[in-house]
């Protein structure tokens, strides 16, 4: 399984990116997964940003609620992450994940980084004030 962060970059406060994550080998799409997002600043402990599932349920982050949107091309074997009016609190690594022993809604309880088994390399998003 191989996974492939790109998009990443600077901008300013309010601005935009898309993050794109293109998953090779990974599960047959009729399989029941979870893929998504996590980040890291500096400091800070690895931290859930947004996951989408097999059935598109979707679960985000209350810090980028309203103004993050996870969605997937099963076609193209893609998860974008859509970041808008971005803050300086958001710039930090941002990985992307998988995993293919739950879905969004059979994540277990108190759940942490730990359990996807599968993470790309990284894309480093900065936004300044």
């Known amino acids: 399984v191989q996974l492939v962060e790109s998009g990443g970059g600077s901008v300013q406060a309010g601005g935009s990116l898309r993050l794109s994550c293109e998953i090779f080998s990974f599960t047959s799409r009729s399989s029941r997964y979870c893929i998504g997002w996590f980040r890291q600043a500096p400091g800070q402990e690895r931290e859930g940003v947004a996951l989408?599932?097999?059935?598109?349920?979707?679960w985000y982050a209350d810090s980028v609620k309203g103004r993050f949107t996870i969605s997937q091309d099963n076609a193209k074997n893609t998860l974008y992450l859509e970041m808008n009016s971005l803050k300086p609190e958001d710039t930090a690594m941002y990985y992307c994940v998988a995993d293919s022993s739950f879905t969004v809604s059979t994540l277990p309880v108190g759940w942490y980084s730990d359990y996807f088994g599968y993470w790309g390399q990284g894309t480093q998003v900065a936004v300044s004030s």
């Open positions: 989408i599932d097999s059935d598109d349920k979707t």
